[in-house]
Nanobody, 128 residues
Framework: EVQLVESGGGLVQAGGSLRLSCAVSGFPFDDYATTWFRQAPGKEREVLSREGLSCIRSSDGKIYYRDSVKGRFTISSDNAKNTVYLQMNSLKPEDTAVYYC????????????????WGQGTQVTVSS
């Protein structure tokens, strides 16, 4: 059974940091690209409404970021633990969202529509 389980969300003040984790099981981790998405409050709760933030392909370490989070968010993976992390620094109230990780075989993309597997999401709330 394929599972992606996010953790690490919570409430933080503006300027603070959080590290999200995505534990992956049930498929060959190295063959997949894993991406962090978020869905802001008020957005329709559909997969296609999710904003892709950062992707990592563990087989070769290629990493991609959305321009709006470059320099603040860092994606990494621990292949031994089949876990992908998202370190988020200098958080802003507009970063408040439900954060999801998702996986797709092959190449990184920040487009949500191609992703096969999704976690349940973890809430991040940034207070001003």
């Amino acid at each position: 059974e394929v599972q992606l389980v996010e953790s690490g969300g919570g409430l933080v003040q503006a300027g603070g940091s959080l590290r999200l984790s995505c534990a992956v099981s049930g498929f060959p981790f190295d063959d997949y690209a894993t991406t962090w998405f978020r869905q802001a409050p008020g957005k329709e709760r559909e997969v296609l409404s999710r904003e892709g933030l950062s992707c990592i392909r563990s087989s070769d370490g290629k990493i991609y970021y959305r321009d709006s989070v470059k320099g603040r968010f860092t994606i990494s993976s621990d292949n031994a633990k089949n876990t992908v992390y998202l370190q988020m620094n200098s958080l802003k109230p507009e970063d408040t969202a439900v954060y999801y990780c998702a996986a797709v075989i092959g190449t990184c993309t920040l487009q949500p529509g191609v992703y096969e597997y999704w976690g349940q999401g973890t809430q991040v709330t940034v207070s001003s």
